[in-house]
């Protein structure tokens, strides 16, 4: 089922019992599809909200702020970059390039599941680098806060936000939200709503607004 109005995409969000489909269990360590089933996206209940601790524990120690200015720094950069170069720095990695070159790899297929040997492979290094929640931090910010820059440029972020953001469609099992036609009617739906919203809102817009700010 479609959802465009904002009122019935708010009691959906709102719904802790709705959640995406779930991953199939069982998939080899250090997979893209293994490492899918370990992440709070994909689950549900007394696991969502553990791995969802887990993420909102990192999230706290990157301060907005130091990354609006880390971002600005890299105005040169193209914005599929730069959200992993930013966070990684944040979180004390030290080969950056290695590590956006990974998490490009591996990010092409978190949100389908469409794996190949190479997003594989990314993953089987990730996990030896990276603590799960701080994988899903990248990757969850990877695509989607490059899609936002690139949209961005030259344009009010707010505006962007609402009529043109990088995530058009949240899905719930039986269920997707048409957000740009929700956001028309009600509050803005980019960064989710309720149980599921999107802990790092801050950090995505600090982000945006430092490598905007040219």
Same mark, same amino acid.
């Given at each position: 089922?479609l ?5 019935e995409?708010l ?13 199939? %269990?069982? %998939?080899p ?7 899918r ?33 880390a ?18 720095? %944040?979180?004390?990695v ?20 469409? %794996? ?59 269920v ?39």
């Open positions: 089922m959802i465009t109005r904002n009122s995409a009691a959906v969000l709102s719904d802790p019992l709705r959640a995406p489909a779930p991953v199939e %269990a069982g %998939a360590r250090g997979t893209l599809a293994w490492l089933g370990q992440v709070s996206r994909f689950a549900s209940g007394a696991a969502h909200a553990e791995r969802r601790a887990a993420v909102t524990a990192v999230l706290d120690r990157l301060d907005p702020h130091v990354l609006r200015q971002a600005a720094r890299l105005r040169h950069e193209p914005p599929e970059r730069v959200a992993v170069l930013v966070l990684g720095a %944040a979180l004390g030290e080969d950056l390039e290695t590590l956006a070159g990974q998490v490009a790899a591996a990010a092409r297929g978190y949100l389908s599941g469409e %794996a190949d040997a190479e997003a594989d492979a990314a993953v089987a290094e990730l996990i030896g680098r990276l603590p799960i929640a701080e994988l899903t931090v990248l990757l969850q910010a990877h695509a989607a806060t490059g899609a936002l820059l690139a949209a961005a440029a030259g344009r009010d972020l707010d505006e962007v936000l609402r009529d043109d953001p990088p995530v058009r469609v949240l899905r719930r099992e039986g997707e939200i048409d957000v740009p036609a929700a956001n028309q009617d009600g509050p803005c739906l980019t960064f989710g709503y309720g149980p599921r919203a999107c802990p790092g809102q801050p950090h995505a817009r600090a982000i945006a607004e430092g490598w905007l700010s040219r």
